[in-house]
Each structure stands twice: as C-alpha cells, then as structure tokens.
C-alpha cells in the first residue's frame, strides 16, 4: 500500500491528510501509526473477557461462549468479568466528569467569596438555578446566591443519604418514579464512585444483574453530578452560550500571529489564558506578530468556542499534528483526552507543553499551576511563555494547511428557545413539536462523543450525520463529534444541501425568522459535558408534551467513541429512555448477558435496559446502517405517539 493510500485512510480531513505527510518526512510518530502498529487488537481485551482484577491472574476466559476456559482462578464467569469490567470502564468515564464539576464548584465558591479572580457573567442562569432550587432570589446579591447555590452543589459530594440535588433539580418526575423502584438513585457522586468501585474490587460483587443496575447508577451519576452540574455552574460563571460564528481546520492556525492551543475540558483554565491574550496582545505586535491567536483542540475549544467564538484546529485523534504545523508558541492542557504523545512532538519544535491542573502532570510538559486563587498567575505566565518562544520559531519547519470552513455554534437550550420564540413568542417550543408532529422533522439525533485513530477520523460521524439529514432528521452535536461535522460543513447553513426537503424548509424558517439565511443542519451545542444541554432540550419537549423523555422519538449516536466517557454519557441516555449507538465496539461481546441486556438482541436473558428504560445499545459500525436503526427506532416511537410516519 503506498503511503498515500495509507495517510488517506486515517482521516477525511485533508489538513491532517497533508501534516501526517510532514511528520512522515520529519520521522515523527503519532497516534494514527501507534493505531496500526497495535494490530491485531488482543480478542480476549476487546469482548471484555480479560480480568486483572487480582494476583492470581491474570485471567482470560472464553471470548465466545464456547471453545477455551469457561472461569477464572476465582471461579468467575465471563458474564462476571464482563460486567465487572464494564462498570470499572463506566466508573473511569464518570470520574472525570465529576472531578470537573467539583473544580467549578470551588471555582463558583471561592468566587462568591471573593477569593478568586472570575465574575459572575451568566446572572440569569444563577437566579433561574436559585428559584429551582427554592432559595430566595429576589433582591440577594448575586455573590451570595452563588454561594448558596455552591453550597448545595457541595452537599451531592458530602451527603450519606438523600437523593442528589442536581438530578432532583433536573431530572423529569417520570425518570425519577423508574429510577426509585429499581433502587438506583445516587445521592454523593463521592459515595457513589466509592461504591462502584467497591463492587468490582476482588471477591465483592459478582451477581451480574446487580453489576449492571450498578451501571445504570453509575450513569445518573455522570448526567447529573457530572455533566449537568459542571454546565449549570459554568453557565453561571462564564455566561450562558448565544449564537456565534467561527472556524474551523488548522487553518485557524495563523503563520504570523502567536499561536497558543488551549486544549482539554476545564474553562477555568481556558477562559483565563484567552483573557491574557487579549491583555498582553500589544507585547506581540512589538516582536514583530500580528497579535496573539488562540485556537482551540478537542472541549477546551467547545467551551471557547460557545462563549467567545474562538477557532477550533482541530479533534481529538489529530491533536499532535496541530504541533506538527510548527507555528504554535504554545500548547495549554488540562484534564481528560490529553495524549501524552504530544511531549514526544513537542520536543521536535519550538512548542512548550504546559500542563495546569495541580493533579494532572504529563511527563515532559512544564507545568504552571492553575488553582481558582492564582488563575490571573497562571494566565499571565503561560501567554508570556508563549511570548517568549515566538523568537525562536523555525521558519522552515511551519506547514499550516490552507483553508478553513465557516461554522455556527452557540446553540444553547436557551438560545433554542429564543431563535423559535421569533415564531411564537407565547409558546416557543411549540414551532418545533408542531414540525415533529407532522414529519417535517422526523425525530431529533444527537451525534457526541470523539473521534478514534483505530477508525478513519471524521469518516463516520459525518457519514451518520449526513444520512440522518437525508431523512429529515435533525441533529444536534457535541464534543469532537462536532468538530468532526464543523470541519466537514454541517454546522453551517451551507450544509442544508444534505437535508431532506422538509427539514431544510424548517430549518430555513427559522434562520430567517432571526434574520439568519437558515439554521445549520447541526446544532452544536457544546462541550461533552454540555451533553446536559441535550438532556435539558428532552426534558423541555416531553414536559410540553406531558409524555416521558423515553417516549420521544429521538436517539442519540457516538460513531467513533474512543473515551470511556462516550460510554458513561451513552449510559445515562439509555437511563433516560434514549438508544445510544456506538460505532467502535465496547468491550461487552463476551458476554451474552451483559451484551442482550443491553442491546436487546434476542437471546435468553429476560430482562434488558430497554424493557426497564426504554433505551439500548446499538453497536453498530457500519454508519448507514446505524443511522437506518436509529430511524427505525425512531419510527416506532413516534407511532407508539400516534404521529405521522
Ligand atoms: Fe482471575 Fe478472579 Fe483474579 Fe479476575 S478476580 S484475575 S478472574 S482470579
Ligand atoms: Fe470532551
């Protein structure tokens, strides 16, 4: 295979087609090769079936339920491992989402105390968060409604009974009813992961059914102390999202700025060193650039991107070739998706590697530590460190590919709302159930999650978006999903092409009806943890329509999951009542119980996720295929709501 064929069947993305070219000449390795040289993948690692869980393994039973060893040391069976496996993998996905949270939470604390150097921007949120949670609101200063709104986000990591505040706070009655006669209500996301992981320690849990309710509560915990919180209370420091336009492709990456990648999830860190840029953006002009450029990579770019409007170069499997253009100064990391490859890259160029969490070091990157006290330190020190190495650029090693695509983001509940309300300013939901209702838009698919270097980048995200969009359904996006789909054209109106003729008429009435030419076939509504946002817009249409979120015809899609997290956000989905599809498959094939209970296929296992939610998993890798099931799906629950098919 020559090396042309071999770079083109790694990405769509021909920016990274052209900078996996230069690395190739400049000997630097990456995530796309690592991904090959791992072939074939271990059979015993991908159906799930490997357990390191103690010493006296490790142990490898059968993969498929008929030839080799049927039990560990232990006596545990492949069901066993499998599920304790899964719920060790979900823990993993949760955990950071929940640490995440519990950062902004301080963040919000210490600055109603007035120990730390962010305002309060999203007044609106606050005191619309204030009164759901029954706290006095009229006539309190904002500082100290903070307060107390961080104070009973605090108790969801300090309380041994009770059920957690924020899913009291956000979810619908009905989910609660189905979650409190399962028993799988969390209470302290704390508690909850120490619990999990408790369950799967060696010689503790091994009932599967058990393991896997433990699943569905581990994923609440991930809706709710992790993902709703963290947007709740980032909207209520940064502001809530509004429309904005941008860039996408490392095109955004400008040859005669300073160029800092800020890149990771936690915009605390983020919003601080874009701050800086634009304080210290006359020190770049005096060495001779054009100004300071930030660009975004992977949420840190979600979450700059919804609130500021800044670029994204690119998604997560090609984040070590952003360095490998040789024109960043600078490349800022945080937490979560951060491959340490990147120290390896860096070496090669001029580019400084600055981790910033004081728990998350990453082994030859220097570190300016981020804490809420000391963020203006930390945003001032790593844009003059990016300052400093402008000088000492290699003019001859700078690639930037040519070209960037225009793209729409900001799509919050809110600014949803607000768009349809320029068609009925009384019941704004109302445009869009009646659009669902008659087939205009057929259901509603969020495509999330990230991208993966096993599979061809960007390939299937925009293939089942783009399918999705023929049959007139709409999507919404987050995560690296949709830079996939932004780099691509389908977050902007320019992308109504792909559309079915209904959804395109719709999506067109409402543009025009703000004054836009139409709204873009995706709606990017953030970060992965703003998957909340997806949440909120559910609840919103079934509380309107006074049905359960389970009900609505509508799936949600992760075709080139990478992340544990993908896993954790798709379990709370299925708890919801939504299907999830996957398209790179979890480590569950295994075993057949965990497999049917939660994809449904026949088999002998009577109890499944579906008949107790009203949601599964679909693996499915083929992304026609996956967007055909999704449609089908969503066909039989609109005509169980007796709608037009
Ligand atoms: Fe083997 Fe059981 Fe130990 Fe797992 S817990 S490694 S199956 S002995
Ligand atoms: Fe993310």
Redesign the pocket.
């Known amino acids: 295979m020559s090396r042309q064929v071999l770079i083109t069947d790694l990405t769509i993305d021909t920016g990274v087609q052209e900078l996996l070219g230069k690395a190739e000449q400049e000997n630097i390795e990456t995530a796309f090769q690592r991904a090959k040289e791992q072939e074939p993948h271990c059979k015993f690692g991908l159906t799930g079936v490997c357990?390191?869980?103690?010493l006296?393994?490790?142990?490898k039973v059968t993969f498929n339920g008929n030839k080799g060893i049927k039990r560990?040391?232990?006596g545990?069976t492949a069901d066993q491992?499998v599920a304790r496996n899964l719920l060790s993998l979900i823990v993993e996905g949760t955990t950071p989402h929940v640490e995440h949270a519990r950062e902004i939470l301080h963040t919000l604390l210490e600055t109603a105390e007035g120990k730390a150097p962010y305002e309060i921007k999203g007044k609106d949120k606050l005191i619309s968060i204030g009164k759901k949670l029954g706290l006095t609101v009229d006539g309190v200063e904002l500082d100290k409604l903070a307060h107390e709104v961080a104070l009973i986000a605090l108790q969801d990591f300090q309380q041994q009974s009770g059920v957690s505040h924020w899913l009291r706070l956000r979810a619908q009655d009905k989910s609660i009813e189905t979650w409190e006669k399962l028993n799988i209500l969390p209470s302290n996301a704390h508690l909850e992961i120490a619990n999990a992981i408790n369950k799967t320690a060696?010689g503790c849990e091994s009932d599967p059914v058990s393991l896997l309710l433990g699943i569905m509560k581990m994923g609440l915990v991930e809706g709710y102390d992790g993902l709703h919180l963290s947007t709740d209370l980032q909207d209520i420091l940064f502001g809530t999202p509004r429309l904005v336009k941008t860039q996408y492709r490392m095109g955004v990456i400008k040859e005669d700025y300073v160029n800092i990648a800020v890149h990771g999830h936690i915009p605390m860190v983020s919003e601080k060193v874009l701050e800086w840029s634009r304080k210290l953006n006359d020190e770049a002009k005096a060495l001779g650039a054009k100004g300071i450029n930030i660009v975004g990579i992977c949420c840190s770019a979600n979450e700059l991107l919804m609130r500021q409007g800044v670029s994204v170069a690119t998604n997560y499997a090609s984040q070590e070739l952003a360095i490998i253009t040789g024109a960043l100064e600078a490349m800022v990391v945080d937490a979560q998706c951060i491959m340490p490859g990147l120290a390896q890259v860096a070496e090669c160029y001029h580019t400084e590697l600055i981790s910033t969490l004081p728990n998350i070091k990453i082994e030859g990157a220097s570190h300016v530590d981020w804490t809420p006290e000391e963020a203006d330190k930390m945003g001032e020190e790593i844009v003059r460190r990016a300052l400093a190495h402008y000088p000492e650029r290699d003019q001859a090693k700078v690639q930037i590919p040519e070209g960037t695509v225009e793209a729409y983001a900001g799509f919050s509940v809110e600014q949803i709302v607000e768009l349809l309300a320029a068609l009925n300013g009384a019941d704004p939901l109302l445009p869009l159930i009646e659009a669902i209702a008659k087939g205009d838009i057929l259901g509603v698919v969020a495509i999330v999650g990230c991208t993966n270097p096993k599979v061809k980048q960007d390939l299937a995200n925009t293939e089942v978006a783009k399918e999705l969009m023929r049959n007139n359904v709409l999507i919404v996006a987050t995560g690296c999903s949709a830079h996939s789909l932004g780099k691509n054209g389908l977050l902007s109106p320019a992308g109504l092409e792909y559309c079915g003729e209904k959804l395109a008429n719709v999506l067109t009435a409402i543009g025009q009806a703000n004054g836009l030419p139409a709204l873009p076939p995706a709606l990017h509504m953030g970060s992965c943890v703003d998957n909340s946002r997806i949440d909120d817009l559910l609840v919103a249409l079934a509380n309107r329509l006074g049905v359960g979120v389970r009900e609505l015809p509508v799936a949600g899609s992760s075709p080139e999951n990478h992340s544990p997290k993908a896993l954790s956000i798709g379990t709370f989905f299925i708890a919801q009542g939504v299907d999830v599809h996957i398209g790179v498959n979890a480590p569950i094939t295994g075993s057949p119980l965990v497999e049917q209970a939660l994809t449904a296929n026949k088999g002998e296992f009577p109890v499944t996720t579906d008949e107790l939610f009203g949601g599964k998993l679909i693996y499915e890798a083929d992304p026609i295929q996956a967007a055909q099931t999704m449609i089908a799906r969503i066909i039989q629950k609109r005509k169980a709501l007796g709608l037009v098919c």
């Open positions: 357990c390191r869980r103690c006296q393994g490790p142990c560990g040391v232990c545990a491992i060696m």
